[in-house]
């Protein structure tokens, strides 16, 4: 028996012999979209895209979660090793600026020899993105094959992480995560275009309500990461077109021009570098169709 250990659910399904595991998924890979998207951060999408690979599950539950067909029903399609290869390098042989994985921790033991490969057969930089909650022996078997970490850091609190993911243990799980990312990837660098070449970008959505979180989220960042050497990518883009089911009316409207601004000042307080958002981002029109 093979039992998955592979993020912090640890729900130890024996996913080659047919078990789904906690993220939705069995063995197969299992990919939604495979093609340049233009709406990542600007040192990743530039002028002509991310090549990102979205894949199907997930070990969080977001209740408001964008890509919620993919996450929460594990939408899409499985292909072999070989097929996704395939496709990862008619993708960079596109065009595009990287190689955007995203949410690929199911499948991060598959996919360490079909990263080896994609590194001798191409230079982009491998992004991986994902929502943050992540087991440090898992990211380490990931060294030297990823260039851009990119995750999400969602909370602080733990019971705001409970409520909205599922997962209280959830800030502390990020925190480890991030600083064994940091470890492995060091300093934030670009190159002559602009586009990253290797280091870690901390993404974290404003919630509605949660302007004091935020606060505390980016507080305990600055507290163990080197702000100066790190990109802070901080989103506006909350909408609640993908919380209409959720029991929490709190999600039910967008976030405030107030609360942005509010995590904003405290992030140039703290001295982050990166990326903010317009407030027209708030909006369902940026997420692909799968």
Not at 160 to 173: H, I, M, N, R, T
Not at 193 to 211: D, N, Q, S
Not at 224 to 238: C, D
Request: proline share 5%.
């Amino acid at each position: 028996m093979s039992a998955c250990e592979l993020c912090p659910r640890v729900c130890r399904a024996d996913r080659e012999a047919g078990e789904i595991g906690f993220c939705g998924v069995g063995s197969d890979l299992r990919v939604a979209r495979i093609a340049p998207h233009m709406w990542e951060e600007p040192c990743l999408s530039g002028s002509r895209g991310a090549g990102a690979v979205f894949f199907s599950g997930c070990s969080l539950r977001c209740a408001f979660c964008q890509n919620r067909v993919l996450s929460h029903s594990a939408k899409g399609e499985n292909i072999s090793d070989a097929e996704l290869l395939d496709r990862v390098l008619a993708l960079a042989a596109s065009g595009v600026h990287c190689i955007d994985l995203v949410t690929p921790t199911q499948f991060s033991s598959r996919l360490i020899p079909i990263l080896e490969e994609i590194k001798n057969k191409t230079d982009l930089p491998v992004v991986w993105n994902s929502g943050g909650y992540e087991r440090v022996e898992t990211l380490r078997s990931l060294e030297g094959l990823v260039d851009v970490y990119l995750p999400d850091f969602k909370y602080a609190s733990g019971e705001l992480a409970g409520k909205y993911s599922g997962a209280p243990d959830y800030p502390e799980v990020a925190a480890e995560a991030v600083a064994e990312m940091y470890r492995q990837v060091g300093e934030f660098e670009c190159d002559g275009e602009g586009i990253a070449k290797k280091g870690l970008i901390l993404r974290h959505l404003v919630l509605p309500g949660g302007r004091h979180d935020s606060e505390n989220v980016l507080r305990k960042l600055a507290a163990s990461l080197p702000v100066g050497k790190i990109r802070l990518s901080l989103m506006s883009q909350y909408t609640p077109d993908f919380a209409e089911a959720s029991p929490y009316r709190e999600l039910h409207r967008r976030v405030t021009s107030f609360e942005y601004g509010y995590v904003l000042s405290v992030a140039q307080e703290l001295g982050f570098e990166g990326f903010c958002q317009e407030r027209s981002s708030a909006s369902g029109r940026f997420t692909p169709e799968f």
